[in-house]
């Protein structure tokens, strides 16, 4: 889903109703760091071609609890405690919220690239920042 129809690399990845929460389907735009490793791994080793980027050792497609186990083994390697395979999913809601306003989008953009029926999901994704808060304090 990181193909376009000319083979090559696409600016987006898709998300088909299909394979969605709920048939959520959405285009999310793909970060340029991401783009650029995608496309080397395509003209290297001839990913992603046919069949998942992400594999198992054997090969295959990674089954959702096995990347659930990686993401639990890599933090727990990286010393990391409470967090989770849904972890980058809470960071990258916050974060997009938090830089909304330098590109005059608003939440409801966040929830559409999160695949949220409901902005209030949306919301609860988003996390506090204390120094925030209190800087929004002192300017008012």
């Not at 496309?39 to 096995?66: F, K, N």
């Not at 999160?114 to 800087?135: F, L, P």
Request: proline share 4%; charged share 20%.
């Amino acid at each position: 889903m990181v193909l376009a129809t000319d083979g090559n690399i696409a600016s987006h990845i898709s998300v088909t109703g299909s394979i969605a929460k709920y048939g959520s389907g959405r285009q999310i735009p793909i970060n340029r760091l991401l783009r650029a490793a995608l496309v080397t791994l395509h003209e290297t080793e001839g990913y992603p071609g046919q069949g998942p980027v992400i594999r198992s050792e054997r090969g295959a497609a990674m089954m959702p609890g096995a990347i659930v186990n990686w993401f639990s083994a890599t933090y727990r390697s990286m010393g990391l405690t409470g967090c989770s395979s849904h972890s980058g999913r809470r960071t990258f809601i916050t974060r997009a919220a938090r830089l909304l306003p330098k590109t005059g989008g608003s939440l409801r953009d966040v929830q559409e690239l999160a695949g949220h029926r409901a902005i209030t999901t949306t919301e609860r994704y988003i996390q506090g920042d204390r120094d925030a808060q209190h800087k929004l304090i002192r300017l008012i």
